[in-house]
């Protein structure tokens, strides 16, 4: 029943240059969507409306579903398209569209007609008016209400008629690409992909980075990763994933530095080495999925001394989250199941039976240097190698 698709987003704060980046991001990430999707499609922007019109047979759930994923869209209006065959002919496809869509006939409405085209013979409030006294006629339980319509008839002139009464919620945010980017550290975990999910939904493309460790970490760890960056990239985009050999890095470590800080030391080295593929790559912040309290490393503490060795913000979308609530995230947008395969981390497996909660930041920079130079001729030859691959 429906061609198209009128696609709603939010007006505030895109005026002028900023409103032609809005939407040209908005297509191209509407586009990005739709790949996954049967079916061949046309997107369109015109006079200040973006349209998604198919082409040939499509899935209306899937397609739906595709653009509920694109961040920016706000409402995913299904549309039937009428040639203009004058206004007899309308009111009859009007009404017979109202049959198909709301067969109790018992509803109050509204009709809201828009002349995008000034040569239509009639002005909209005539048209309101007529269309309104033909549905009338047609449907005697339904009342017209102007203030608080059930279904809102919405018939939009242009060389072809579009109409519409249904808003289905689409994801809000920004679209992909109109904030800049940023580096997510992507683990294995749960909570990391959900904190690439929320920064992408802000409008900040991603990259990302996972620090491997073989043999200590298996393929199937990593392939669990490129999972992961696969199921974001159906909201962010395609994902251009770094996959950085780590296991040198941390067994130095290990062999230099007392055991109960090593995983704070770890993650020090982890965030160096992403901030500067980051400076290398073009991006402006780093993303980690690091919440208050939930490890051992995650405390205020532990936090503050992991954040020192960056210059770059870095974002920590979930830093006050509960668990629950990241879980729950996480099934929404379909990486739960994933990430909770049981594979090892490179986190997990040098980890102390009594890792520091409290680090002291004076004695962690202590015990690195211990580690000396040779660390940074390591830290550069983690970078130099490290593997791109584009996911999604
Ligand atoms: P997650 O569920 O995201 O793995 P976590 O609760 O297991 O988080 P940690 O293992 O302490 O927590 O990691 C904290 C954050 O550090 C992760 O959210 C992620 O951003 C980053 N991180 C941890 N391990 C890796 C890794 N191997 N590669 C890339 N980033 C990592
Ligand atoms: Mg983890």
């Known amino acids: 029943m429906f061609q198209a698709f009128l696609i709603k987003y939010g007006e505030i704060g895109i005026k002028g240059k900023n409103r032609y980046l809005f939407e040209d991001a908005l297509i191209h990430q509407i586009r990005h969507a739709l790949k996954e999707v049967d079916g061949q499609f046309r997107v369109t922007k015109e006079q200040g409306r973006i349209y998604v019109e198919a082409l040939e047979e499509y899935d209306y759930e899937e397609t739906v579903g595709a653009l509920q994923r694109v961040f920016g869209i706000v409402g995913i209006c299904p549309t039937v398209i009428l040639e203009d065959e004058g206004f007899e002919k309308l009111a009859q496809d009007a009404v017979a569209y109202l049959r198909e869509e709301y067969p109790e006939g018992n509803q109050t409405f509204k009709v ?232 090892e981390d490179c986190c997990t497996i040098f980890v102390a039976k009594h890792p520091v909660t409290k680090p002291n930041i004076k004695a962690i920079r202590r015990s690195e240097t211990h580690l000396a130079e040779k660390i940074d001729k390591m830290v550069e030859e983690a970078i130099e190698s490290a593997e791109l691959l584009v996911v999604g």
């Open 112 to 343: 809201n007609a828009r002349r995008a085209r000034k040569d239509y013979p009639m002005e909209s409030m005539e048209i309101n008016r007529e269309l309104g006294g033909r549905i009338l006629d047609a449907f005697p339980d339904m009342r017209v209400d102007v203030h608080n319509p059930r279904i809102m008839l919405n018939i939009e002139i242009r060389q072809k008629i579009y109409v519409y009464s249904q808003i289905i919620p689409g994801p809000g945010g920004m679209p992909v690409g109109t904030n800049g980017k940023s580096m997510l550290l992507l683990s294995g975990g749960i909570d990391s992909p959900v904190a690439g999910y929320m920064v992408a939904k802000r409008g900040v493309k991603i990259d990302a980075v996972y620090f491997h460790a073989p043999p200590y970490t298996s393929e199937r760890a990593k392939q669990k990763v490129v999972d992961l960056a696969r199921k974001v990239s159906r909201y962010a985009g395609p994902v251009y994933l770094y996959v950085v050999n780590f296991t040198d890095i941390q067994l130095y470590i290990y062999e230099k530095c007392p055991h109960d800080e090593l995983t704070i030391i770890m993650r020090r080295y982890m965030m160096r080495i992403a901030e500067r593929i980051a400076e290398k790559t073009g991006s402006l912040g780093l993303i980690t999925g690091e919440s208050i309290g939930q490890v051992a490393s995650q405390t205020v503490q532990s936090l503050a001394a992991t954040n020192e060795v960056c210059t770059m913000p870095v974002f920590r979308p979930l830093i006050a989250f509960d668990k629950e609530d990241i879980i729950r995230i996480s099934k929404k947008i379909d990486t739960f199941e994933t990430s909770i395969q049981p594979f």
